[in-house]
């Protein structure tokens, strides 16, 4: 396991029992609009979709509310036990790592993903093999936290460099290292990966037509398009 891997695991492992309540108030109350507005770029098909890095479930009950039929997955044992709860037996729940999924080419006629992709080595082989388990013609959309830019910027700096930790140290039970890790995390990412590097690699995982919708100032960004 690769320490980016360990270190996501020990990360999400306490979280499980405060997750949606906490995580709502600390993107100030913005994230699960973002998630609705994700699930809506789906086509109300009711098909099969594959919800990756699932959590608690909070974007698995909303396909469900949409009348999707829904494959929960997520390498976190803690956090996939409060999405069972949720889910209640509506969804298949499975504990497995998104680098290398348990199903056929082609399994899923949609796929959805979450927060993901500073958690794993190599984006753009995730991305592969997310892509490869949907079928032709399917919808790919991910949601991912982004660094607004202008004037929004200077305040996100303050937000993530001094609220977020201290929020994070009030809250303790885990919420300590999610409040200093995230801001670095977050603006990491954005380094390594900036969105036309992203493009190009959803277009080599073999995803075309994709669309990009910033939200809430850019601190949230949702991208789709369709598997070819
Ligand atoms: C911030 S949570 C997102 C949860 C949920 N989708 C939401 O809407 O809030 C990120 C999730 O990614 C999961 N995760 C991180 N790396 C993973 C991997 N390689 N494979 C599967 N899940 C992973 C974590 O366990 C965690 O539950």
Not at 7 to 19: Q, V
Not at 121 to 131: C, Q
Request: glycine share 14%.
């Amino acid at each position: 396991m690769s320490a980016r891997t360990a270190h996501a695991r020990d990360l999400f492992a306490p979280l499980g029992p405060t997750y949606d309540r906490v995580g709502a108030a600390l993107s100030l109350g913005q994230d699960p609009r973002w998630r609705r507005f994700l699930v809506s770029r789906l086509p109300r098909d009711g098909g099969h979709v594959l919800d990756v890095a699932a959590g608690t479930g909070l974007v698995s009950a909303e396909l469900l509310r949409r009348g999707f039929r829904v494959t929960a997955l997520d390498q976190s044992p803690e956090m996939l036990a409060v999405a069972r709860a949720r889910l209640g037996g509506r969804a298949e729940v499975v504990e497995a790592s998104a680098e290398s999924l348990p199903f056929e080419d082609a399994h899923f006629d949609h796929l959805t993903v979450t927060y993901l992709f500073r958690y794993v080595d190599d984006p753009g082989a995730t991305l592969a093999e997310l892509a490869r388990v949907v079928r032709p013609g399917g919808l790919v959309a991910s949601l991912e936290f982004g660094v607004p830019g202008g004037l929004a910027r200077p305040l996100w700096d303050l937000y993530v460099g001094v609220g977020l930790p201290l929020a994070g140290r009030v809250l303790g039970r885990g919420w300590d290292e999610v409040g200093s890790f995230l801001g670095g995390s977050i603006r990491d990412f954005w380094e390594r990966y900036p969105l036309e590097r992203q493009l190009a690699l959803w277009r080599d995982a073999g995803v075309d037509g994709i669309e990009v919708r910033r939200l809430s100032l850019g601190g949230g960004v949702v991208l789709w398009g369709l598997r070819t």
